[in-house]
């Protein structure tokens, strides 16, 4: 199992921590989700983080104002191989909000990454 932390870096949540969340994760506005942000731009289940075998993978959640990570525009994205390591990850959305995550859920990039 997967532990990931975010942070939230700016917006009206800004400053909380959320330690050691299991995947799957579900980060959006209404109750019910691992993450719940006050961010009226962000969908009410806007993107999932989730473990696919030794994969780490985000999912915008058909989204209205879509989702970002480290500025680019993604749908699906796979973030980080476990037996990589990388830079920490900064997911952004059309809103006021952005959540940075700690390690493990880096992006994974070649020649570091393997292709499998």
Do not use: Y
Request: proline content about 8%; some cysteine; hydrophobic content about 30%.
């Amino acid at each position: 199992m997967v532990l990931v932390t975010f942070r939230i870096l700016d917006g009206a949540d800004q400053g909380r921590v959320f330690n050691d969340l299991p995947t799957p994760i579900t980060i959006g506005r209404e109750e019910g989700n691992s993450i719940q942000l006050n961010d009226e731009r962000v969908s009410r289940f806007h993107v999932k983080i989730q473990e696919d075998q030794d994969k780490i993978i985000l999912t915008d959640l058909e989204s209205t104002n879509g989702t970002k990570v480290n500025g680019d525009e993604i749908r699906l994205r796979i973030l980080r191989f476990r037996k990589c390591s990388g830079p920490i990850s900064i997911l952004s959305w059309a809103g006021r909000t952005t959540l940075r995550s700690a390690p493990p859920c880096a992006p994974c990039t070649p020649p570091t990454c393997p292709t499998r």
